[in-house]
């Protein structure tokens, strides 16, 4: 039997309505204003900024920067979370802490990270430069300063699943003669098919955002190393308010189609439970 749900209280009705209130008025609110801010010029504004061949270069390297970065940071954070939570290695305790390093400091300490350790004064960048490969003030300081702030987000979302989880079925596999590696693809992975989603589209929602750091590693060059981010503020520092407007909506249209693939995503992923198995008694 199904417990029947029961009404809520009068202080209970009255939190819900807070937090509907306090949503709209953080989230919905801003949101609206960014379109409508966007739009209260009529299309030409639109058309002005997306035809500008500065923001094209940005569009590109926002995409190039975060195709790259997601899908490295989600397979690197996975890894690192197997290792943390399935071996005992020595120095699991550092690594769980520098994964989740990224999410304490600030974004720019992020950049400059990036700068210190591969920049043009410090011996690998130099190495490099010199060669013909530059990293800072390159695309290549983009993707890493990107990936660098996203790591984050993956190991927030995957260490605690897998520390719940709970190493006893790979075990099993392992005892029946399978290598750790078809272990955790045969019998752990199926599972993390929902966490990974929502770790991957949280790091992509960040890495589409990202400014402090990016600012930092690109060196504000127009058409060659600003991203979208970038480019807003340039806008705006140029007191062209409808077109940073334009391309704050752009992103924030991209944000929503995310949460709305991520929603899509949960309800096709989440497993059924039995009682609402066709045929279950």
């Known amino acids: 039997m199904h417990a029947q749900p029961r009404l809520a209280s009068g202080p209970e009705r009255l939190l819900v309505w807070a937090a509907v209130l306090i949503v709209l008025g953080f989230v919905a609110v801003p949101v609206g204003a960014i379109f409508a801010f966007a739009l209260a010029e009529g299309f030409a504004p639109v058309v002005r900024v997306l035809g500008r061949a500065d923001v094209h ?93 996203s790591l984050g987000v993956v190991a927030r979302d995957l260490l605690p699943v897998m520390e719940s989880v709970g190493p006893a079925e790979e075990l099993a596999a392992r005892a029946l003669g399978a290598s750790p590696l078809e272990a955790f693809v045969r019998v752990t992975l199926p599972g993390l098919r929902l966490p990974l989603v929502q770790a991957a589209i949280g790091a992509l929602a960040r890495a589409l955002g990202e400014l402090g750091s990016v600012a930092v590693v690109s060196g504000h060059i127009r058409g060659e190393t600003m991203t979208v981010p970038l480019v807003i503020e340039a806008l705006d520092g140029e007191y062209d308010g409808p077109g940073a407007f334009v391309l704050a909506a752009l992103l924030a249209l991209v944000a929503l189609a995310a949460v709305g693939v991520k929603k899509f995503l949960e309800a096709a992923l989440r497993p059924v439970p039995a009682a609402h198995q066709v045929g279950s008694p």
């Open 57 to 149: 270069a940005a569009l590109r390297l926002s995409a190039f920067a975060v195709l790259v970065a997601v899908p490295c940071v989600t397979l690197f954070g996975t890894a690192a979370a197997w290792v943390v939570t399935r071996t005992d290695l020595p120095g699991r305790g550092a690594l769980s802490a520098l994964l989740h390093l990224p999410l304490a400091v600030p974004p720019v300490v992020s950049g400059l990270l990036v700068v210190l350790t591969l920049g043009p004064r410090s011996p690998i960048g130099h190495a490099l430069l010199v060669r013909g490969y530059p990293v800072v003030f390159a695309p290549p300081a983009i993707v890493l300063a990107t990936a660098l702030v």
